[in-house]
């Protein structure tokens, strides 16, 4: 997204924009932080907010952004009702990912959760009937897809998927995704006034920049912000 819709808006104004790329969702925070980067975009809001006070950090979202849903993904299944007994589903393993995680596989009628539990931090002790026994297997997130091959289902965080190659459209389901878990810019919070951050703002509101995810990025869920200025 970074490349195809934000990099060119951004080049236009007069900006040289570098982008790189992590496996891990580690290090994006921390190289903001260090000042190696000027902005990130891989996570969403209550991630962020749970990092940056783990981690002492001092940052800033943006603006959220279309993002591609988390979807349970198998080679050796077809379809929900193919899974067996037993089946073992590799999850992330930060606690607010694999939040996600358990409430899809829920929604998909596998799992039914504590009605108590918060549904943004439910965790596998919040499970209160496991219809189909299924053991779960926490994985760093960037490694998920290739556990596709290994397990018998992955839960993929849509942006790992993407960076694999996968298509979401071969997800078996995917996410119902509140507005909280779309993607953000992020900046140091010393930065957030800064023209350059202005312009990353202006960028992403653009019509050029939506006219690119409505052709390049099917299946991206739209912000709250931009399906109300349609309205």
Same mark, same amino acid.
């Given at each position: ?108 009628? @596998?799992? +039914?959760?504590?009605?108590? %539990? ?5 965790? $596998? &002790?919040? !499970?209160? =009937?496991?219809? /189909? ?62 023209? @350059?951050? +202005?312009?990353?703002?202006? %960028? ?5 920049? $939506? &006219?690119? !995810?409505? =052709?390049?990025? /099917? ?13």
């Amino acid at each position: 997204m970074v490349n195809k819709a934000i990099k060119p808006i951004l080049e236009k104004k007069g900006y040289q924009v570098k982008v790189v790329e992590f496996s891990d969702y580690i290090q994006p925070n921390l190289a903001l932080a260090n000042g190696d980067l000027d902005a990130n975009l891989f996570q969403h809001k209550i991630y962020m907010e749970n990092f940056a006070k783990e981690n002492n950090l001092d940052l800033s979202e943006v603006i959220s952004v279309p993002t591609a849903p988390m979807g349970i993904y198998s080679k050796k299944f077809k379809s929900l009702d193919e899974v067996k007994e037993g089946s073992q589903i590799a999850i992330p393993n930060d606690p607010t990912n694999a939040a996600r995680a358990f409430l899809i596989l829920q929604d998909a009628g @596998f799992i +039914k959760l504590d009605p108590a %539990a918060n549904p943004l931090t439910v965790s $596998e &002790k919040d !499970i209160k =009937e496991n219809v /189909k026994n299924l053991q779960f297997k926490p994985i760093e997130a960037g490694q998920l897809p290739r556990a596709v091959e290994s397990v018998d289902l992955a839960a993929v965080p849509g942006n790992f998927a993407l960076a694999a190659k996968m298509n979401l459209l071969d997800a078996l389901v995917l996410e119902k995704m509140p507005d909280q878990y779309r993607n953000r810019v992020v900046v140091n919070t010393k930065d957030l006034n800064k023209q @350059f951050v +202005k312009d990353i703002k202006e %960028a992403v509101e653009s019509e050029e920049f $939506e &006219k690119v !995810i409505d =052709e390049q990025f /099917k299946g991206f869920g739209k912000p709250e912000w931009m399906l109300k200025r349609k309205q």
